[in-house]
């Protein structure tokens, strides 16, 4: 199409204002009057989005509203076929950055009064979100596709398709449940909230963990939105019987945009007369920003007690997201050679967290790495959130996947999935201070992984691995009981391999000194630190208290390679003594068994 276009004998096209997914948005003229109208037209043609475009047009003709774009007709036919609307000058609130509480209440009210003229016409929008929110200049709000289905696309989840966009939708919808009036109050809420504090409560990036959050109830505390806070902590209420409606949500708001003390609100029990109105203030004059819910009957989660572990694991049903309809999901591991631990880890399901990258070669071969930049620390420290995806040992006895909750401990969070095969998928969140939002950031990325594994019946490979990388050997394999045997105390010891043979360790007979050999991967510069040791042609750090502080190491380089950033890497094994021994006895135990070690490295 081209500007002076005609369309229908009837409409004259400008230029080009809008483009999506969906269709494209023209400015156009009508002949007949002069008025600038807005057409609309899907990329999708045929008889089938006319019908679509005429059904939806008449519902929301039924919306006539100030605060409502309005739909006046559709026009033409096949692949040609335009939907004809009010324009409107102005910006989508999701394309205007941050606002104030006191604006962000006023735009509010606005489309909270067009949202309660469409549900006193029985017309639900379904997709309240900041870019179907207009606002001029001048600051007047208007809502726009209202009951316009065929121009949204269904957000696709691994679960089916839902009803509007992920982010802004309500948890009955979550849950597959129709969206009605409260569904739009909701909506409401979480786009307000996006106003204020510049991203979604429940997060932005991957459907299904935006919708497991959204469930589980796990969204961002409001920091900016002072006294809209009780205003959006009522429309998102989890149970729609305890929202405002959308008529009573405009009352709420205007006090704000006005500067007036929120009321509690209690809805009527019975339904049959408005919710009474009670401004209550505190003693020192700000008003209570608390919604009390009506009184409602409790619906009591089914709870799995799993024994045979030191603490007991409560397995509620909405921390089950995975679950399908013929029961559990069953993924296992496979080849733990090859399973990957990136495929369950994404940096885009933690961008709200702060600026993300991927390392799928920090540490050892069995971990992938998510680092978040947080900004600097005041002494400092680290400036990187460490999320760690790392597959560890098994937890015998279980029989389905089972999501540990976060464990807070200073300066970390940690989360366990036991997959079916009774693999252990730890999640951990690290920063050198003690954060309140670690387990936020573990709780996002163990609900990404969730999906993944909902997803999946055996964990994802990972790329082909180079053939001389340790991945392909056996640390169990580079002690020998000759080795072993130099050291009387290690003489009758047996190995006890880790994960995939990765990791290996042996046990001296009077249980106060272990030897490990393990596999690992580092930046070449940091591996270095240490004292130098040439072994069998390959060079060698030992370095005291390298890995606890009553513990000697050696790093026998394997090979040094670049990442795909270019970054100097390279893959070592690790001989780690620990004890309760001098220092420098630990240290001749780990330059003695790092030589045999080196030996039988397999050739670079």
Known sequence: MRSDDVIADRYRLVELIGSGGMGIVWLAVDLRDGREVALKRPHAGGSAIRADLEREADVARRVAHPNAVAVFEVVGEGNDCWLVMEYFPSTSLAATGT???????????????????????????????????????????????????????????????ISGTAAYVSPEVADGDGAKAPSDVFSLGATLFAAVEGAPPFGSGDPDVILTRIRAGR?????????????????????????????????????????????????????????????????????????????????????????GVTAVVLVLAVLRPWETDDGPASTVLGDPRTADPCSVADAGALGRFGATRTDADYGGLNR????????????????????????????????????????????????????????????????????????????????????VLRANDVIPRRPALDPRSLANADACS????????????????????????????????????SVRVLFDRGDLANAKEGTRLDLS??????????????????????????????????????????GDHPMADLCVLAGAFARPVAARLPAA
């Open 99 to 161: 606002r104030t509480p006191e604006q962000v209440a006023r735009i509010g009210a606005q489309v909270a009064g067009a949202l309660a003229a469409a549900h006193a016409a029985d017309v639900v929008h379904r997709d309240i979100t900041p870019a179907n929110v207009l606002v001029d200049d001048a600051g007047t709000a208007k809502v726009t596709d209202f009951g316009i289905s065929a121009w949204r696309a269904a957000t696709i989840t691994s679960s089916g398709k």
């Open 368 to 451: 992938c790495d998510v680092f978040i930049d947080v900004g600097s620390v005041a002494d400092g420290g680290d400036e990187d959130i460490d999320v760690v995806f790392q597959f560890d040992g098994t937890a015998a006895g279980r029989t389905q996947v089972v999501r540990h909750e976060p464990i807070r401990d200073d300066g970390a969070c940690n989360v366990e999935i036991v997959l079916a095969d009774a693999t252990v998928l730890e999640i951990d969140a690290r920063f050198d201070e003690p954060r309140n939002d670690l387990c936020d950031v573990a709780g996002a990325a163990a609900d990404h992984a969730e999906n």
């Open 537 to 578: 042609g390959h060079a060698a750090y030992l370095r005291e208290e390298g890995y606890g502080a009553d513990t000697c190491a050696a790093r026998v380089f394997h090979r040094e390679y670049r990442n795909d950033a270019g970054d100097e890497l390279v893959e070592m094994a690790l001989v780690i003594v620990e």
């Open 219 to 307: 969204g961002e505390p409001s920091r900016h939105a002072g006294p809209l806070e009780p205003v959006l902590t009522a429309l998102m209420r989890r149970d729609r019987a305890d929202r405002p409606t959308a008529a009573q949500a405009k009352e709420l708001l205007i006090k704000v945009a006005d500067g007036e003390p929120v009321p509690t609100w209690t809805p009527a029990p019975t339904g049959k007369s408005g919710p009474k109105v009670v401004p209550i203030k505190v003693a020192d004059g700000e008003p209570v920003r608390t919604w009390t819910p009506a009184p409602t009957r409790k619906k009591w989660a089914k709870v799995v007690l799993i024994a």
């Open 478 to 513: 580079l002690l020998q009981p000759a080795d072993l045997a130099t050291v009387a105390a290690f003489a009758d010891a047996e190995p006890d391999a880790g994960f995939a043979n990765w990791d290996c360790r042996w046990q001296d007979s009077d249980g106060d000194a």
